[in-house]
Nanobody
Framework: QVQLVESGGGLVQAGGSLRLSCAAS????????MGWFRQAPGKEREFVAR????????GYADSVKGRFTTTRENSKNAVYLQMNSLKPEDTAVYYC???????????????WGQGTQVTVSS
């Protein structure tokens, strides 16, 4: 089992920034690829970003490319999502998730955090 806890969400004005953190415990964190997903009210959960177990490979959804950056610190069992130039359409609950397979598909992720709310006002 891997337990994941997100933090860092909040209310921010359009154009602002937030940094989300995801703390992991349980099995060896460095064995897992990590993903960020989000779910807006009335919409399906969607892929945002992913980072490989080693941190070498990174991928982003087109909607956040150039604005969001994901990093990880395996020594601290943590992964981060730096969000800049936020837009009202970025408003959602953000989740981190762990997977043993390199994928952007929700179904490939085995462990999920409880989510953290990000609200961007216009």
């Amino acid at each position: 089992q891997v337990q994941l806890v997100e933090s860092g969400g909040g209310l921010v004005q359009a154009g602002g920034s937030l940094r989300l953190s995801c703390a992991a415990s349980g099995r060896t964190f460095s064995n897992y690829h990590m993903g960020w997903f989000r779910q807006a009210p009335g919409k399906e959960r969607e892929f945002v970003a992913r980072i490989s177990a080693s941190g070498v490979s990174i991928g982003y959804a087109d909607s956040v490319k150039g604005r969001f950056t994901t990093t990880r610190e395996n020594s601290k069992n943590a992964v981060y999502l730096q969000m800049n130039s936020l837009k009202p359409e970025d408003t959602a609950v953000y989740y981190c998730a762990a997977a043993t397979r390199w994928s952007s598909r929700l179904t490939e992720y085995d462990y999920w955090g409880q989510g953290t709310q990000v609200t961007v006002s216009s």
